[in-house]
């Protein structure tokens, strides 16, 4: 079997990438961020479009930058890479139980606001979060490689550093920048943040890292975060029948 390629774009493979192309990622990430957590569209279907924005923008700029090598970031998907997701699902889903565990000892843990806001909505919305989460997930993945790929570049083409070393501060930034990233969700409980969202975030990033698939640690960011939604769902609808639509 042939080794699976080199991270891309850091090492000018596929393509290489400009500083100001590189800038513009990033500015893209931050600016689909603002775009996520600030537009007003409460309701169906204009409440697809900061997903839709969160998740598209920095894709149009990764294939503007790259001259339409934005598909680097995406391998085949077979029964093989869907098991993949899955078990890195699963295991990003232990990571985040362990970590919690141990954190309910030192600190009170904030509940996600989305869980309990989903025990009372009817068929056709939670299609539409489904639908909303799938297409975010995808976003949270490219708000964290392409920062990731960027701090990469940064240590070994600037910096000069090795491609081991880079790659540790590269990990090390972006699981702080998605971390940083849901304080407002937990209402700014640092430890929470950085410890257990930062554990689960360290799992699905090597997941990336040993497929080089987006696909495949989107998929488990979906099962980690749909299993994490869904389940007081699922178990309050066994404890007291059908939820009403």
Known sequence: MSPAPDLPYYNGQPVAVSPLGWLALLASVVVAF?????????TFPLNLLPAIVFTGLPLLTLAA??????????????????????????????????????????????????????ANIGPFDMAVFLLRTLIQLIGEELLTILPLLAVLWLCVHQLKLSRRTGLIIAVIASTLWFAGAHLPTYNWNFLQCFAGIGAARLVLTLSFLVTRNLWVSA????????????????????????IES
């Open 219 to 242: 998929g488990a960011h979906i099962v980690n975060d749909w299993t994490e939604f869904l389940l007081p769902v699922v178990l309050q609808g066994l404890a007291h029948g059908p």
């Open 65 to 118: 930058v790259t001259g339409g090598r934005h598909t680097a970031l995406f391998r085949r998907v077979g029964l093989k890479q869907i098991g993949q997701a899955l078990g890195f699902g699963i295991l990003t889903l232990l990571a985040s139980l362990a970590v919690g565990l141990m954190l309910m000892r030192l600190t009170s843990m904030t509940a996600n606001p989305t869980a309990g806001a989903l």
């Open 34 to 42: 603002a775009a996520l957590v600030t537009l007003p569209f409460p």
